[in-house]
């Protein structure tokens, strides 16, 4: 029997890249998007509800910038740039995290089939503190 209804999933990607005040090919996750219904067989198609970003050593930033491609470039935009304040940890203030809403249909038709994987790229407002992109997640659903 066929399942119905909407499902939700999430990519977790967890990294150590120093962040700048300009997006670089260098700092960026890749979330691979696999629903466990249709497995890795064709391109992702999904709505992604959310994103979240996780910087530590971020003392000096007070906002994050977040852009998603489809490709590892960062040169085809499917989420444009989208800045939020960082919210510094109640007992870690240096640790600082943002949340973006997005729910936006996607669907990541670039080569090769199939491609289930998309960019997220960041970059602050200041970089002082030697920022590092420590995690983000991608809510998603089918």
Known sequence: M?????????SEVVGTQAVAT?????VKHDHTL???NRGANGHYFGIV???????????????????????PLGDIVIVPD???TLVGGVSTP???SAV?????????????TPNNTLYLFVKVDDATSN????GSQIVWQE
């Open 2 to 10: 066929a399942r119905v209804g909407k499902f939700l999933h999430h």
């Open 22 to 26: 300009g997006f670089s090919t260098s």
């Open 34 to 36: 696999i629903s466990p």
């Open 49 to 71: 509800n959310g994103i979240e970003i996780l910087l530590t050593s971020a003392t000096s930033a007070t906002t994050v910038t977040v852009r998603l491609c489809k490709d």
């Open 82 to 84: 989208v800045t939020a």
């Open 94 to 96: 240096a640790t600082k």
């Open 100 to 112: 973006f809403r997005v729910d936006m249909p996607i669907r990541q038709d670039l080569a090769p």
């Open 131 to 134: 920022p590092i992109f420590t």
